[in-house]
């Protein structure tokens, strides 16, 4: 180690609470579910990956080029996407120098001190990859030689760190027009009920898209259903659900600007579907995507598919960066979102199924204790997904646990799931959401508000147990 550099350290008690008494609580939960298989219910990593299983080729592809919570922060200061090597649309050149773009990153890692990101990153620095000394512009190439090194070994093969990772379960999400060959190739290799997709229709729902017409065309060729038709198409959709279901998938996810839902009449739903196809209005794709949340809840109880609602993002903010790279380039920004008002007529007509399992996200913090609580805190259909994206971090999950215990419970919240295109960082998001449950448990145990026992219980749970039973695994 050379006389400049800082050493990589994580501390063992990193995220525990500085009070002794509450630490040594939270040390013992901790100590008894750390090893605990990962149970990755909801995510974004590429099926190829585990498909193929093929090596990465190298740093910065593998880790920077598929985590937009990296590039916005870069992009922030100035640093553009061209100079990490985002393609853009128009083909326009950018940086394809993958040490020259890891170097940028290192010279300014500094950016993400106090961040998730910091974290999760030195955790896969630290323990992925076995590394010593921290990132710093001295030390980048050092980095970029070791990752690229082990990476090109037959231990880092996407199928080898599932086994390493401990990971049981991990979900994908693919759209409703995927053809799942990936998933299809898994098929008797053993990986095929480890690695599952999951069904997102947003492609086939959301009439504001330019290609909604042409997708429910396409949906339409897909399964042999005439989609120019209402009932044609809600039964091709519930034909793509089955094929989904045959490729592993547990659950639906809806990621909609709003929670709005509607319980439209026969003839209204087929006016406002035709009206879409058409050409919608704003007005008219609002309501539609609204009246497909209440189909697809319908659909959840007919095939048992858990449903995930995930609203409240502001899509592509930066209409400069979306026309020049396209989605999911680190624009998206919360909203603020209505739950009580919007859900009420889905869960006027399907809220009180006990055999319906629908877990609701928000980006919008302000509705923990006020609406979302106990909105799940009543109805049997509904489930609370865990702090998500802006708030997957330790002050937002220890936000979330503050906020929807005391009228929602512990049971009726779901686990962790982790959301991420990262895969490496996948044991470092579990790890730090097992830190932060023993920490908020060690607090109730010291105040006397819960006996010990109980907490192994529920850190048991909240780890594992609560993921398993929400997504049917």
């Known amino acids: 180690m050379s006389a400049l550099s800082k050493i990589l350290e994580l501390h063992p008690d990193r995220l525990f609470a500085a009070d002794p008494l509450q630490r040594d609580i939270a040390r013992r939960l901790y100590a008894r579910i750390q090893d605990l298989p990962i149970v990755s219910p909801h995510g974004h990593t590429d099926p190829r990956w585990f498909a193929d299983n093929q090596n990465w080729d190298n740093a910065t592809s593998l880790l920077l080029l598929p985590d937009h919570y990296v590039f916005r922060m870069l992009y922030s200061q100035g640093i553009t996407l061209e100079q990490l090597g985002i393609r853009r649309r128009d083909g326009v050149a950018v940086e394809t120098d993958y040490r020259k773009i890891f170097h940028i990153f ?254 609701l996200f928000t980006l919008d913090e302000t509705t923990y204790a006020r609406e979302l609580a106990p909105l799940a805190g009543h109805y049997p259909a509904l489930k609370l997904g865990p702090a998500w994206w802006f708030h997957d971090s330790p002050e937002g999950m220890l936000r979330f646990r503050h906020q929807v215990t005391e009228t929602a419970g512990f049971y009726n919240t779901c686990g962790f799931n982790d959301d991420t295109r990262a895969f490496l960082s996948i044991p470092a998001r579990h790890d730090v959401a097992r830190r932060i449950d023993c920490r908020f448990l060690a607090q109730l145990v010291a105040e006397h508000r819960l006996n010990e026992d109980e907490a192994h219980e529920l850190a048991y749970d909240l780890t594992y147990r609560l993921a398993k039973q929400a997504y049917q695994l």
């Open 106 to 359: 290192a010279a300014h890692y500094h950016l993400f001190r106090g961040t998730p990101s910091r974290m999760w990153l030195d955790s896969v620095f630290h323990d992925v990859f076995g590394l010593r000394e921290s990132l710093t512009p001295a030390t980048a190439d050092l980095y970029y030689d070791h990752i690229n090194a082990a990476l090109a070994t037959e231990a880092f093969k996407p199928r080898a760190l599932l086994d390493r990772f401990n990971i049981e379960v991990i979900a994908t999400t693919e759209g409703a027009l995927n053809d799942l060959k990936h998933h299809a190739k898994l098929k008797g290799t053993g990986f095929e009920k480890r690695v599952i997709t999951t069904f997102r229709p947003d492609d086939v729902v959301d009439a504001d898209r330019a290609d909604f017409a042409a997708n429910v065309q396409k949906l339409g060729d897909i399964t042999g259903e005439n989609t120019t038709t209402w009932q044609g198409y809600l039964q091709a959709l519930r034909i793509r659900r089955a094929y989904f279901r045959d490729h592993g998938a547990t659950a639906t996810d809806h990621g909609h600007p709003t929670a709005n839902t509607a319980d439209l009449s026969l003839s209204e739903a087929e006016a406002l579907f035709s009206r879409c196809l058409a050409g919608a209005s704003a007005a008219d794709a609002e309501l539609f995507r609204g009246q497909m949340l209440t189909e697809m809840a319908g659909m959840s109880l007919e095939d048992g598919m858990t449903m995930q609602i995930h609203p409240g993002a502001h899509r592509n903010h930066n209409a400069v960066i979306f026309e020049r790279f396209g989605p999911d380039k680190g624009a998206d920004i919360p909203s603020p979102t209505e739950y009580v008002q919007a859900l009420k007529p889905l869960l006027q007509k399907y809220g009180n199924e006990a055999r319906l399992n629908i877990i």
